[in-house]
């Protein structure tokens, strides 16, 4: 991913944010699990705990909890551009059975360059009316 002529590749970088240190990181260095295979929902929380800035690699994300975030960034690769030229956006299979929304966001959240899906397992969608965010 390119962001301001800096190329990351799940490394740890620092930038400065109205003079507020503000920190990068990618779920895949917390244990997140590209396959979709594992669930990677401590990965992602690991992750927006420790960084401001959370990349999301391409790849299918198991996740069966809600993350929160608080003025932080969860992004795919190709955050804020138009993916379908180049490959489909990191996706998101949010466990509907958690009964509780993928995402909560507060005050300067935002998510960028992601697809979520609900991975029904079984339910029937019109008796599930889990929202995919939540906004404070």
């Known amino acids: 991913m390119r962001q301001s002529g800096i190329v990351l590749y799940g490394i740890y970088v620092v930038v400065y944010v109205h003079g507020a240190e503000a920190s990068v990181a990618s779920v895949v260095d917390y244990g997140a699990d590209p396959?979709?295979?594992?669930?990677?929902t401590a990965a992602f929380?690991?992750?927006l705990l420790n960084a401001t800035t959370v990349n999301v690699p391409y790849g299918t994300y198991?996740?069966?909890?809600?993350?929160?975030l608080t003025q932080q960034?969860?992004?795919g690769a190709y955050a804020a551009s138009w993916t379908s030229d180049v490959?489909?956006?990191?996706?998101i299979m949010?466990?509907?059975?958690?009964?509780?929304?993928?995402?909560?966001?507060h005050s300067?959240?935002?998510i960028h360059g992601l697809s979520v899906s609900y991975d029904w397992k079984g339910?029937?969608?019109s008796e599930v009316s889990t929202p995919c965010f939540l906004t404070t």
């Open 62 to 68: 198991s996740i069966t909890g809600s993350i929160n």
């Open 123 to 125: 339910a029937d969608p």
């Open 108 to 110: 300067g959240a935002a």
């Open 73 to 75: 960034t969860l992004q």
């Open 87 to 91: 490959q489909p956006a990191p996706n």
């Open 45 to 47: 929380r690991s992750a």
């Open 94 to 105: 949010f466990d509907v059975s958690a009964r509780t929304a993928f995402a909560h966001l």
């Open 35 to 40: 396959t979709g295979k594992n669930d990677s």
